[in-house]
């Protein structure tokens, strides 16, 4: 019913409206159709992943960074994401970065959003 409304919706809007979503995959046809343009951002490269880790997060060494950019193909928000848990762990618990803590994150980050990292759970 949402999908409709928002259907109708775009049909009588007037101006430019412009839309993101890392799920084009799970698009409806009718919906992807709508779109005049369509432009696909590519993840960042190992090399480019490396220096966000390093912005977002402040106090490990240059091989650290290296190690979790070559490890987990994150997206920029996905790098964020796993910044972010760290600042509210720091603020909740007075904890400091460790890497442990931020793998753990980072699998975390893996589980919630990347299927082809899951863990197969049951039977084959």
């Not at 409304?5 to 809007?13: C, P, R, S």
């Not at 193909?73 to 509210?88: D, L, M, T, W, Y």
Request: charged letters at 30%; one cysteine or more; glycine letters at 6%.
């Amino acid at each position: 019913a949402i999908q409709n409304i928002i259907l109708q919706e775009m049909e009588t809007l007037e101006g430019i409206m412009i839309c993101t979503t890392n799920l084009h995959g799970n698009l409806d046809p009718a919906f992807e159709r709508r779109f005049l343009y369509k432009i696909e951002l590519e993840k960042p490269g190992e090399e480019v992943r490396a220096k966000i880790w390093k912005v977002m997060m402040k106090g490990l060494d240059d091989e650290e960074y290296a190690t979790l950019a070559r490890r987990y193909p994150f997206s920029g928000g996905q790098i964020e994401n796993v910044a972010r848990k760290q600042i509210v762990n720091h603020i909740l618990y007075g904890t400091d970065y460790s890497i442990k803590d931020i793998r753990c994150d980072c699998l975390s980050e893996t589980l919630q959003t990347n299927k082809e990292f899951r863990p197969v759970i049951g039977f084959r």
